[in-house]
T-cell receptor
Framework: KNEVEQSPQNLTAQEGEFITINCSYSVGISALHWLQQHPGGGIVSLFMLSSGKKKHGRLIATINIQEKHSSLHITASHPRDSAVYICAVESGATNKLIFGTGTLLAVQP | NAGVTQTPKFRILKIGQSMTLQCAQDMNHNYMYWYRQDPGMGLKLIYYSVGAGITDKGEVPNGYNVSRSTTEDFPLRLELAAPSQTSVYFC?????????????FGDGTRLSIL
């Protein structure tokens, strides 16, 4: 069993829909990261959180430490949000990350 | 501001050849990492470094070597390339943390071993 599990693996949405991507982990962590990877492109950090909730534009990330679960929400989705969203957990003192396998999101116009 | 720069972007190697993937960052970050990304799998850590002169193995180090002679550069060496090393390689960096810091990624090197 992977230490970081994401669901769903694939998600297709219509433009304007509210989207939720889930991440569960089984190890002790000091922080959780959400990253975005566009097709053929590099990887960009979206959020880093260790408690509560963070918001940036139409993106919201939440974490429940007791339940070892995090969610990434996208409000009013747009085709440009189409990408792979990756959850990663951080443990230890050297900022090393353990990655989930990613959620491929396609937002159709 | 260039951030993390990886070269080359693409490369095809024959089995048994060797090559070095270059990674440079201009943000004065202490921590640097090499990952590989295979289809359907999460990124896996190959090697990491917490500062010049200090490197350590990650989850999948076999078949690779690294060095860190300067803060800026963290090259990854493949000796005797094998088909199993066909992958996309990402280099990343982060500052020594007071608190947690996001990692900054390069654009990746797509490597095929034939």
């Amino acid at each position: 069993k992977n230490e970081v599990e994401q669901s769903p693996q694939n998600l297709t949405a219509q433009e304007g829909e509210f989207i939720t991507i889930n991440c569960s982990y089984s190890v002790g962590i000091s922080a959780l990261h959400w990253l975005q990877q566009h097709p053929g492109g590099g990887i960009v950090s979206l959020f880093m959180l260790s408690s509560g909730k963070k918001k940036h534009g139409r993106l919201i990330a939440t974490i429940n430490i007791q339940e070892k679960h995090s969610s990434l929400h996208i409000t009013a989705s747009h085709p440009r949000d189409s990408a792979v969203y990756i959850c990663a957990v951080e443990s230890g003192a050297t900022n090393k990350l353990i990655f989930g396998t990613g959620t491929l999101l396609a937002v159709q116009p | 501001n260039a951030g993390v720069t990886q070269t080359p972007k693409f490369r095809i190697l024959k089995i048994g050849q060797s090559m070095t993937l270059q990674c440079a960052q201009d943000m004065n970050h202490n921590y640097m990492y090499w990952y590989r990304q295979d289809p359907g799998m999460g990124l896996k850590l190959i090697y990491y470094s917490v500062g010049a002169g200090i490197t350590d193995k990650g989850e999948v180090p076999n078949g690779y070597n690294v060095s860190r002679s300067t803060t800026e550069d963290f090259p990854l060496r493949l000796e005797l390339a094998a088909p199993s090393q066909t992958s996309v390689y990402f280099c990343a960096s982060s500052p020594r943390n007071r608190g947690h810091q996001p990692q900054h990624f390069g654009d990746g090197t797509r490597l095929s071993i034939l």
